[in-house]
């Protein structure tokens, strides 16, 4: 697996660093963003968008970080940085044609484990430090923050992260090249987002879920989802596992 990391070294390391740099553009300044919004309260098109009433929500730490970090910035990222982790597993090997030499040493039931593993431990890292980075922060500069808040969408996150990994690796493993199952992937996430416009198919949009809407409402995980995300999930995982073990190379 030391490989497997070796070669992700570059995506791990670049969507870490802009996820830090996004995270910290946007907390130590909760007082300049309100205070700019306020400068323009009285325009009639941005009461449209930020009514008073939100506008005085964002002086709460909990609601600022929560809706600008989960609800916008962080969140709006979470189905890209699944496809991103996992769209070059396969078929850049495939593509390099180092992908028969690696079957010659290896079964094809380990060169899986190992690939699916280190895209899998490397994804859940990365979702993990973004998500608690509101409760590390808070903790550092003394900010009141509702760190079982923080846990809820920190599953939400890690739940729709691993669906579109799951779904970018099924590309993966069927396509032979890396372009192939990026542009599906970011195809399949426009596509269902769309279609969830549509009220008898909002379910396809994760973005619902990946942004946390039921947690901003309710306060609450969206328990029913989450277990229908883990099953599709796994499904996806076992489609993909048995056409790498037939798939001609």
């Known amino acids: 697996m030391k490989k497997e990391f070796y070669d992700m070294r570059v995506r791990i390391i670049g969507v870490t660093i802009t996820l830090l740099v996004l995270f910290f553009v946007l907390a130590p300044f909760q007082k300049f963003t309100v205070s700019m ?36 910035n962080f969140g709006q990222m979470i189905p890209i940085i699944g496809i991103i982790m ?23 039931k380990l060169v899986f484990r190992d690939k ?30 509702r760190y079982i808040t923080g846990i809820k969408f920190l599953v939400h996150s890690l739940f729709a992260g691993l669906l579109w990994y799951s779904i970018t690796l099924l590309y993966s493993v069927v396509f032979d090249d890396q372009v192939k199952p990026l542009l599906a992937g ?25 942004l946390g809407n039921t947690i901003f409402q309710k306060n609450s995980i969206d328990l029913k989802y989450t277990i229908g995300v883990i099953i ?18």
């Open 37 to 72: 919004l306020e400068g323009y309260s009285g325009n009639p098109q941005l009461e449209k968008f930020l009514p008073g009433s939100m506008l005085n929500r964002l002086k709460e730490w909990n609601f600022y970080i929560n809706s600008q970090w989960f609800g916008k």
């Open 86 to 108: 996992a769209f070059p597993l396969f078929s850049r090997e495939i593509e390099n044609g180092t992908m028969a030499f690696l079957l010659v040493r290896r079964n094809r």
């Open 116 to 145: 699916f593993l280190t895209g899998l431990i490397s994804l859940v890292l990365i979702l993990v430090l973004a998500s608690l980075l509101p409760i590390i922060y808070s903790f550092l500069f003394n900010k009141d923050y």
């Open 186 to 210: 970011l195809g399949t996430l426009a596509i269902t987002t769309v279609a969830g416009i549509i009220k008898p198919l909002r379910i396809l949009n994760t973005y619902a879920y990946a």
């Open 232 to 249: 599709v999930s796994v499904l996806i995982f076992i489609v993909a596992y048995r056409i790498f073990l037939k798939k001609e190379i």
